[in-house]
């Protein structure tokens, strides 16, 4: 079974900081991103990987995150600064097998922030 491994989450205060990771289980997969599901909504999109290598954000994200890959050890990082409240989610990587074009998601990771 494929695992993606997301990590880093926890307990964050407004204001504060916290830098998730995501390992994917071998080259052969190419992450594609971060989403993040909070309860009672969508989950939804909050930066992915753009096609000339850069990353896109979401607009309730964009200044207070930075997504980089690691691509020697099949790692995505999520940083995020500034942390509001609203953040509050479970938030989940997302990858593509680059030959049967299979997704996968990860287990999930919980970012709890409080005011």
């Known amino acids: 079974q494929v695992q993606l491994v997301e990590s880093g989450g926890g307990l964050a205060q407004a204001g504060g900081s916290l830098n998730l990771s995501c390992t994917a289980p071998g080259a052969n997969f190419n992450i594609l991103g971060w989403y993040r599901q909070a309860p009672g909504k969508q989950r939804e999109l909050v930066a992915s990987f753009t096609r000339d290598g850069g990353a896109s954000y979401a607009d309730a994200v964009m200044g207070r995150v930075t997504m980089s890959r690691d691509n020697a050890n099949n790692r995505v990082y999520l940083q995020m600064y500034s942390l509001k409240p609203e953040d509050t989610a479970v938030y989940y990587c997302?990858?593509?097998?680059?030959?049967?074009?299979?997704?996968?998601w990860g287990q999930g990771t919980q970012v709890t922030v409080s005011s």
């Open positions: 997302k990858a593509v097998h680059v030959w049967s074009r299979t997704e996968f």
